[in-house]
């Protein structure tokens, strides 16, 4: 345990140094030999977040083979440079006083099926790309098994990390194996060290697949102390340690004309125009559903800011527009808040939040300003 705690506590030193110590003007001069205007200074990290909210980050990286992924990570590695990674960032909030350091964000559209016979397929396609998009050229080729996902706004890497579902299935069901880069050496690395990241597979068996969790998100989302306040998870040099490359899932054969079916009726169940939205916000208690019990504590429609708790579904929040991060946590404490005192279910929350946050973790608003909608 003291080790642990130790190691803890040199990670925030090391983190808190390299911030520190990372040159903006340095790095983007790097950066820009290997990525020209892919590499962006103090971009505003709101374009990037399908809600809509986040502040600048020193460097914006927009990336687009897993070859450059790579690269950028050696880089990283090489001249301690703090990172993270996103696929489309809609798990994530981001603060109004932005991210320090360099976010990257990969979008690739590199996969193969090979077909296996007996009306199967594997799918090996880069962590990077789009999976609503994948599962309509998917269906136009006959190939069925991620339909499910055509309302989940997010990369197949990101998926993974959360294992993300709907409609009774998960991504980890259709998973057979992954490879990472592996950068946590880099994350314990002193100064004067390097530590190169290394590639590495790993079965379905090892990445501990469950309701809403892997192995790569252990102690990712943010979480309330006993005082209400929401803390972020300790960031990383790297961030993540391990970073999804290419995965291998099954597929089916099935009609495309039946496949496209099964998409539309997936859209149709949410029904609504889902931008600017952020959620699941909070992972279901076994047994039960974190939207019912959100409801019952009188908390749909409820808003804050320009945030409000969506009525179609109490486990999302809406961004009305020009909301800030500050808002969202102050809804976000409500909520829980209300479900612990009125039902006494503590809500474990489900989306992570990245950047600068004030010591207790935002609510800068009070939250007894919260309006009725
Ligand atoms: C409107 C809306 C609807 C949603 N519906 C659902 C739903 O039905 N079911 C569900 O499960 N979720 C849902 N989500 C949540 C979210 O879309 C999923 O968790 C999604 O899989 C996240 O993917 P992403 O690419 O956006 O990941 P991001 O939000 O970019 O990242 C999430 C985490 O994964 C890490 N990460 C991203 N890419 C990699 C990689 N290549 N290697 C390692 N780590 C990586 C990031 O660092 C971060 O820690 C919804 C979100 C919204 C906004």
Redesign the pocket.
């Known amino acids: 345990m003291a080790a642990v705690e130790a190691c803890t506590s040199f990670f925030l030193l090391n983190q808190e140094a390299l911030l520190m110590a990372f040159n903006q003007d340095e790095a983007y001069t790097l950066l820009h030999t290997h990525f020209q205007d892919r590499v962006r200074r103090n971009e505003p990290l709101a374009k990037y977040s ?2 809509g909210i986040g502040g600048p980050v020193d460097l914006w990286v927009s990336l687009e083979s897993m070859q450059e992924l790579v690269q950028l990570v050696n880089t990283c590695a090489e001249e301690h440079y703090p990172l ?9 909030l981001f603060a109004d006083a932005g991210v320090r350091g360099i976010v990257a964000r ?1 979008a690739t559209h590199s996969y193969t099926v090979e077909n296996l016979g007996n009306g199967r397929g594997l799918l090996i396609a880069d ?2 790309i789009s999976w609503p998009h994948l599962a309509y050229e998917l269906a136009d080729q006959g190939w069925g098994g991620l339909e499910f996902g055509a ?5 197949l ?3 993974i ?2 294992n ?3 409609h009774n299935e998960d991504v980890g069901q259709r998973l057979q194996w992954l490879e990472v880069l592996d950068a946590r050496g880099a994350n314990l690395d002193g100064e004067d060290t390097i530590a190169y990241p290394m590639v590495r597979r790993y079965e379905h068996s090892e990445l501990d697949l469950s309701n ?1 969790h892997s192995r ?1 998100r252990v102690q ?1 989302c943010a979480s309330f102390d006993k005082d209400e306040h929401l803390e972020p998870s300790v960031r990383t040099m790297i ?2 340690g ?3 490359l290419r995965l291998a899932l099954t597929l089916y054969r099935d009609d495309p004309q039946h496949l496209h079916q099964r998409l539309k009726q997936f859209k149709a169940i949410h029904g609504q125009q ?1 931008q600017r ?4 916000l909070f992972k279901n208690p076994f047994g039960q559903d974190a939207s019912h019990l959100i409801e019952r504590a009188g908390m749909r429609g409820r808003m804050l800011g320009n945030v409000q708790v969506s009525s179609a579904d109490a486990n ?1 929040l809406i961004n009305l527009g020009g909301a800030h991060a500050a808002d969202v946590i102050g809804l976000l404490t409500l909520m829980h808040e209300q479900v612990l005192e009125q039902l006494h279910i503590d809500l474990a929350v489900d989306l ?1 939040l990245q950047g600068e946050w004030e010591e207790s973790g935002g609510r800068e608003q009070p939250v007894g300003s919260a309006e009725q909608a």
């Open positions: 399908p809600l993270l990674i996103i696929g489309n960032g809609s798990n994530v990969v962590a990077g309302d989940i706004p997010g990369t890497g990101g998926g990390v959360s993300a579902g709907a809403r790569f990712r961030e993540p391990e970073i999804i889902r939205h952020a959620g699941p999302y992570e």
